[in-house]
């Protein structure tokens, strides 16, 4: 990464401008307070299915600052659905009240089932599934992140027929889900571009199970260490990002990729007279949780 704030706020602002490209943010964070950005979409077909077939529960799978878990119980108390939440962390279940999302979740009535981070990593398998099934009898069942089939088809209503003057398209990456949306839904002379939270090249092929257009790339080289990583130089960014703009960026997800982006303008990676829309997934559950983790290590927090 190049790209330095030097703690300026008036280099987000210049910089675009002396590259020669406009940049714009749709902000999908604002659908709902709580079922917002890509959660809303990933959601919106799968709750329609669930309850067609007449599901009275649902259950998914998440970690401790979960925006997908706290989506999905959110989403459920609002609609009379029962929620299960499957926790990675075994740890966690008696520091249910010290977590934000955990917490919140709980609120909206959401049960929760807490295993072993040995036993997460097989929560796909059939042995797995079919001990959920014995233990909570029928559920819906939503992958973690709430990625499949009908989530892209959700993720395919972001961008309209006016978002075609864009260039390029970017998002953030978690599970893949709203990236193939994007792809999908976006016009042969646009780039999709994204940006994952996590290391590892698994994305790619994940992607490739529900896209078939070749116009999109992911870019690597901004998830600060890991999923959830952070440190000092991104918080600075994200504080005077939204002090610009005032549009809050949460540290997992858009602040990473909005980093990213800012990074590509400074490195000349956009053609002049480039359009560029950057997608904000919401996310900002997380916020509280995260200052949780940065006050502990005596870090600067979110604002």
Sequence with gaps: MNFKLEHSINQQVSLAKEKGVELFVKREDKIHPFVSGNKYRKLKYNLLEAKEKGFKTLLTFGGAFS???????????????????????????????????????????????FVSRKDYRDKTSEAFLMALKKEFNDFYLIPEGGTNALAVKGCEEILTEADGVFDYVCCAVGTGGTISGLINCSKPSQQVLGFPALKGDFLQQDISKFVTKTNWDLITNYHFGGYAKINEELVTFINQFKKLNIIPLDPVYTGKMMFGIFDLIHNGYFKKGSKILAIHTGGLQGIKGMNTVLKNKKLSIIE
């Design 67 to 113: 925006n997908h878990i706290a989506a999905v119980a959110s989403a459920g108390n609002l609609l009379g659905f029962k929620t299960i939440g499957v926790i990675r962390g075994e740890e966690l279940e008696d520091k249910i009240v010290g977590n934000e999302t955990l917490s919140f979740a709980k609120q909206n009535g959401m049960q929760f089932k």
